[in-house]
């Protein structure tokens, strides 16, 4: 069985900083991306950003030069870097990989289960 654990998310003030984490354990041979969704009250979940396993990187445009993925691929392991946070960054924040698995036949999407992140004063 894959299980996908984020932590990090945490009450922060405006302009803060926070680093999400998020280990990935099971019987993995191999991760073809990581990446890291949120979903904020009210509204659909968005993706926040994704590392593909050549070491490319895609942002959403509202956290440009702000967020920073990367991947230990060592440990199973991505984090967002997230800097100058808003109250607009409030949100569930859930890693998603695309994992294949030792003995099978095909890549499959795995969820965590999420990790609050609050943006307030």
């Known amino acids: 069985q894959v299980q996908l654990v984020e932590s990090g998310g945490a009450l922060v003030q405006p302009g803060g900083s926070l680093r999400l984490s998020c280990v990935a354990s099971?019987?993995?041979?191999?991760?073809?991306?990581m990446a890291w969704y949120r979903q904020a009250p009210g509204k659909q979940r968005e993706l926040v950003a994704r590392?593909?396993?050549?070491?490319?990187?895609t942002y959403a445009d509202s956290v440009k030069g702000r967020f920073t993925i990367s991947r230990d691929n060592a440990k199973n392991t991505v984090y967002l870097q997230m800097n100058s946070l808003g109250p607009e960054d409030t949100a569930v924040y859930y890693c998603?990989?695309?994992?294949?698995?030792?003995?099978?036949?095909?890549?499959?999407?795995?969820w965590g289960q999420g990790t609050q992140v609050t943006v307030s004063s």
């Open positions: 590392a593909i396993s050549d070491g490319s990187t």
């Open positions: 998603n990989a695309d994992l294949w698995l030792r003995y099978a036949t095909k890549w499959a999407d795995y």
């Open positions: 099971g019987s993995i041979f191999s991760s073809r991306y």
